[in-house]
């Protein structure tokens, strides 16, 4: 198993400029998640998504869209890039979002500059 | 949204030392999770509790779930130089909450 793949692995956007971030699990996982990491911040959660199909806002939803068209894959889109989205994005995913099945297996991160 | 304190910010310690970080929290949680994250990679899950006074070890780390659910510790005993990095403590229900992180550095 590859586990939680992201790509790109970095990223340099100019203001307003979109992009998507790839996420990709191959163990089955129903709930998936994207977290931002800064300095000083801890990991705050974007967006997350139950199964196929669903997805909700996590604490930082602004200037971020997502979709879950399959269980494996789960792409994040910025909008319009501003500087303030620099930051290194984590994508994660575990069984399931409840009860014994939420420990979260992490990807390898993308480190996005947005100029 | 919800904010687990982590403590200590940052350590230092000889090598041989044993170590000791805590994560509180003003909530209730049914899970706490621990992560090490190394320089340029994605955290990696050390230990995970699911039962309110739960002890658990993975080798040279053990972890306990607090009795009031609102918090979580880690020990690392004998620590080593490949335990460098920063450790996260993460709690939740459905999705999870992070801590800010203690960086720890080895001096062999």
């Known amino acids: 198993n590859a586990g939680v793949t992201q790509t790109p692995k970095f990223q340099v956007l100019k203001t307003g400029q979109s992009m998507t971030l790839q996420c990709a699990q191959d163990m089955n996982h129903e709930y998936m998640s994207w977290y931002r990491q800064d300095p000083g911040m801890g990991l705050r959660l974007i967006h997350y998504s139950v199964g196929a199909g669903i997805t909700d806002q996590g604490e930082v939803p602004n200037g971020y869209n997502v979709s879950r068209s399959t269980t494996e894959d789960f792409p994040l889109r910025l909008l319009s890039a501003a500087p303030s989205q620099t930051s290194v994005y984590f994508c994660?995913?575990?069984?399931?979002?409840?009860?014994?099945?939420?420990?979260?297996?992490f990807g390898p991160g993308t480190r996005l500059t947005v100029l | 949204g919800q904010q687990l304190n982590q403590s200590p910010q940052s350590m230092f310690i000889q090598e041989g030392e044993d170590v000791s970080m805590n994560c509180t929290s003003s909530s209730i949680f049914n899970t706490w999770l621990w992560y090490k994250q190394d320089p340029g990679e994605g955290p990696v899950l050390l230990i995970a509790l699911y039962k309110a006074g739960e002890l658990t070890s993975n080798g040279r780390l053990t972890a306990q779930f607090g009795i009031t659910r609102k918090d979580s510790f880690l020990n690392i005993s004998a620590s080593i130089p490949s335990d460098v990095g920063i450790y996260f403590c993460?709690?939740?229900?459905?999705?999870?909450?992070f801590g800010t992180g203690t960086r720890l550095t080895v001096i062999p």
């Open positions: 993460a709690a939740g229900a459905n999705n999870l909450f």
């Open positions: 994660a995913s575990s069984y399931s979002s409840t009860g014994f099945y939420n420990e979260q297996f």
